[in-house]
C-alpha cells in the first residue's frame, strides 16, 4: 500500500512539473543584426564659393577610351559638387596618354598654370615604366612634380593628394604582354618610391593600384580597350579620393 501512495505521488508531481513548464516556455536566444551604414562624408555648407581644381598626369587621368565625364577627376569633381551644391567646382587637366614624367613637367612649363588652386591631384609614371625609362629619370622627376602641385595649390601641400599608378598587368593587354610579373613588379617599385616620399613629406598619398589588379576576375573594371580603367574602376577610385579631397577644399 505504500509502494503505491509513493507511485501515485511521484506521478502526480510529474504532471504538476509538465504543466509548469508549457506554461512558461524557456524563451529562445535572440541575436540582434548590426546594420553598418557606409561612411557619410559631412562638409559645412557654404555658399557661392569657387573652388578650383587642378588634376596633372597621364591616360589614366584623362580617361583615355572612357566618356569626358567618366574619367575620375570629373566624377570626383561631381562628388565634391554633390557634396555641396552651392559652391562651383571648375577642372583643369593637364594630362595627356602617353606622357612620363618628362613629358608633363614640360607641358606644364609651358602652359604655366596659376598658384590658386584649391585641390591638386598628381598620378604619372605608368608610361616611364612603359617605356622602360631609367628608374633614376622618376626619382628626379616626381619631386620636382610634386614641388610644381603645392605651389600651384597656393603653395599649401594639404592641398595635394598624389593617386597611385595602376597595374596594367592585370588587363587583357598585360596578359598578351607576356611580361605580368615583371610589370607589376615595376608598378610596385615606382608606387613604392612615390608613397615613401609622400609619407616623408606629409603628402597624402592614395592607393588604387589593389583595384586595377582586379581586372581579370572583373572584367567591368577595364574599358573596351583592354587597357584603361573603366567609368567604374575610376568611380572606386574616386570613393578612396573623396574624403581627402573634401577634407582639402574644406580646411
Known amino acids: 500500500m505504500k509502494?503505491?501512495?509513493q507511485i501515485i505521488v511521484a506521478f502526480l508531481l510529474l504532471l504538476f512539473i509538465a504543466s509548469c513548464s508549457s506554461e512558461n516556455p524557456i524563451p529562445k536566444t535572440t541575436y540582434a543584426t548590426t546594420v553598418t551604414n557606409p561612411t557619410l562624408i559631412t562638409v559645412p555648407?557654404?555658399?557661392?564659393?569657387?573652388?578650383r581644381y587642378l588634376a596633372l598626369g597621364d591616360s589614366y587621368t584623362i580617361g583615355q577610351s572612357v566618356c569626358e565625364t567618366c574619367r575620375f577627376p570629373e566624377q570626383l569633381k561631381k562628388n565634391l559638387s554633390n557634396l555641396n551644391p552651392n559652391n562651383a567646382y571648375p577642372l583643369k587637366l593637364i594630362?595627356?596618354?602617353?606622357?612620363?614624367?618628362?613629358?608633363l613637367i614640360s607641358a606644364i612649363d609651358l602652359q604655366n598654370p596659376s598658384s590658386d588652386y584649391d585641390l591638386v591631384t598628381l598620378l604619372i609614371g605608368v608610361n616611364n615604366q612603359y617605356q622602360n625609362k631609367p628608374f633614376s629619370v622618376y626619382e628626379k622627376e616626381f619631386p620636382e612634380l610634386l614641388t610644381k602641385a603645392i605651389a600651384f595649390a597656393k603653395g599649401d601641400k594639404a592641398n595635394?593628394?598624389?593617386v597611385s599608378i595602376p597595374d596594367y598587368a592585370h588587363t587583357p593587354f598585360g596578359q598578351g604582354s607576356g611580361n605580368q610579373s615583371?610589370?607589376?613588379?615595376?608598378?610596385?617599385s615606382y608606387n613604392a618610391y612615390a608613397k615613401k616620399y609622400c609619407t616623408d613629406n606629409n603628402i597624402e598619398f592614395i592607393n588604387i593600384t589593389?583595384?586595377?589588379?582586379?581586372?581579370l576576375t572583373n572584367t567591368n573594371l577595364v574599358a573596351q580597350d583592354g587597357l584603361h580603367p573603366?567609368?567604374?574602376a575610376y568611380s572606386l577610385f574616386v570613393e578612396r579620393i573623396l574624403?581627402?579631397?573634401?577634407?582639402?577644399?574644406?580646411k
Open 182 to 188: 615583371r610589370i607589376s613588379m615595376e608598378i610596385d
Open 230 to 232: 573603366s567609368e567604374l
Open 210 to 215: 589593389d583595384i586595377t589588379r582586379q581586372g
Open 95 to 103: 594630362a595627356q596618354t602617353g606622357w612620363t614624367t618628362t613629358n
Open 3 to 5: 509502494k503505491q501512495f
Open 243 to 250: 574624403p581627402k579631397a573634401a577634407a582639402a577644399i574644406q
Open 45 to 51: 555648407q557654404t555658399q557661392n564659393q569657387t573652388f
Open 160 to 162: 595635394v593628394i598624389v
